[in-house]
């Protein structure tokens, strides 16, 4: 997320974009090279058995299929400088995926892998606060209605801030649920055991786990205002969705009465707020408080005359048309 490629790195097309491709397709290709190595010399680091390999194994050929034989089989094999997406990319990460879940197996490898996730993910909301309040930092970085940070697009801002959003709380989540292990050092050097357990340990205990705690209240605050900044309604209903669809799945099926509370709290938040927007959407009031949020603003535009709706609602049925055309 952090590259970008500008002066001083040497400038490309689209520098937001080619440079965190290239960036990430060189990194991926070098890591299978020497996990290949690994592999044969260690079986425990192969592949584990997983369903969601298989899986995505068919989508990644279901996507060749469709680059042959789509209407532009350069475009949808290579893509373009704009998106450097395409077959390639997803082959990327198909690669990506299998070298990740071949050599993190246990729960303090996964642990350790998303936190420092999530320590970049607050470094960009940093960005994020400075860019929009014009705090020079990147000279780049100029301020901006919706910030874009180093990701060239506000709504790429949004997704990405979900996403990391989603990973605090369930952290957060996890640590407030009733240790079953304790981890001790003999587990902490496991990892380097030649046999080494396919299922993470369920424990939750482990030292510094306050100042965790700490760190992901922040994450989750700062990447939250980042993503309110973003003015990405998507991401915004996104969340939204998320926070209901947990709240319910475990007011139904969980265990842990303090979280089945904070699930309560977080369903009715968030119906609660809800039903404010309708009931003051359109109201003199909030049209004025809207015109200073970016945020608001668009949310308050949302419906079927709202130009951003409507392109969507467009590329669908291009998208529709396209396929029928050529599946």
């Given at each position: 997320?952090?590259?970008?490629?500008?002066?001083?790195?040497?400038?490309?097309?689209?520098?937001?974009?080619?440079?965190?491709?290239?960036?990430?397709?060189?990194?991926?290709?070098?890591?299978?090279?020497m996990w290949v190595l690994l592999a044969m010399r260690d079986s425990g680091y192969r592949p584990p058995r997983s369903w969601l390999l298989p899986i995505f194994v068919v989508y990644v050929v279901l996507v060749l299929l469709a680059s042959l034989f789509g209407v532009s089989p350069q475009r949808s094999i290579w893509s373009t400088y704009e998106r450097m997406q395409g077959f390639v990319d997803v082959a990327h990460w198909l690669a990506f995926v299998i070298v990740v879940s071949s050599v993190y197996r246990s729960w303090i490898e996964w642990r350790a892998?998303?936190?420092?996730?999530?320590?970049?993910?607050?470094?960009?909301?940093?960005?994020?606060?400075?860019?929009?309040?014009?705090?020079?930092?990147?000279?780049?970085?100029?301020?901006?209605?919706?910030?874009?940070?180093?990701?060239?697009?506000?709504?790429?801002?949004?997704?990405?801030?979900?996403?990391?959003?989603?990973?605090?709380?369930?952290?957060?989540?996890?640590?407030l649920m009733k240790p079953t292990v304790v981890v001790t050092e003999s587990v902490l050097k496991s990892r380097h055991r030649r046999r080494r357990s396919r299922r993470a340990p369920s424990g939750t205990e482990f030292p510094w786990v306050s100042s965790l705690r700490i760190f992901w209240v922040s994450a989750i605050?700062?990447?939250?205002?980042?993503?309110?900044?973003?003015?990405?309604?998507?991401?915004?209903?996104?969340?939204?969705?998320?926070?209901?669809?947990?709240?319910?799945?475990?007011?139904?099926?969980g265990r842990d009465r303090r979280i089945?509370?904070?699930?309560?709290?977080?369903?009715?938040?968030?119906?609660?707020?809800?039903?404010?927007?309708?009931?003051?959407?359109?109201?003199?009031?909030f049209d004025q408080i809207s015109q200073s949020s970016v945020m608001l603003?668009?949310?308050?535009?949302?419906?079927?005359?709202?130009?951003?709706?409507?392109?969507?609602?467009?590329?669908?049925?291009?998208?529709?048309?396209?396929?029928?055309?050529?599946?």
């Open positions: 997320p952090l590259i970008v490629m500008a002066p001083p790195l040497p400038n490309t097309f689209f520098p937001f974009i080619v440079g965190k491709a290239i960036y990430t397709h060189t990194l991926i290709e070098i890591a299978v090279g892998l998303l936190n420092f996730n999530l320590c970049i993910s607050v470094v960009m909301a940093m960005l994020g606060l400075g860019q929009r309040y014009d705090i020079q930092v990147l000279g780049y970085l100029t301020s901006t209605e919706r910030v874009d940070i180093t990701l060239g697009n506000p709504t790429y801002v949004g997704a990405y801030m979900l996403v990391n959003i989603l990973i605090a709380l369930g952290f957060l989540g996890h640590s605050v700062l990447d939250t205002i980042i993503l309110y900044m973003s003015g990405t309604r998507g991401a915004v209903v996104g969340l939204a969705g998320g926070i209901v669809a947990f709240s319910i799945g475990y007011m139904i099926w089945k509370f904070v699930a309560t709290f977080l369903l009715s938040s968030v119906v609660g707020l809800i039903l404010l927007f309708v009931a003051v959407r359109g109201h003199p009031s603003s668009r949310l308050s535009n949302i419906g079927p005359n709202d130009e951003s709706v409507a392109g969507r609602v467009n590329s669908a049925l291009v998208g529709l048309h396209g396929f029928v055309a050529r599946p």
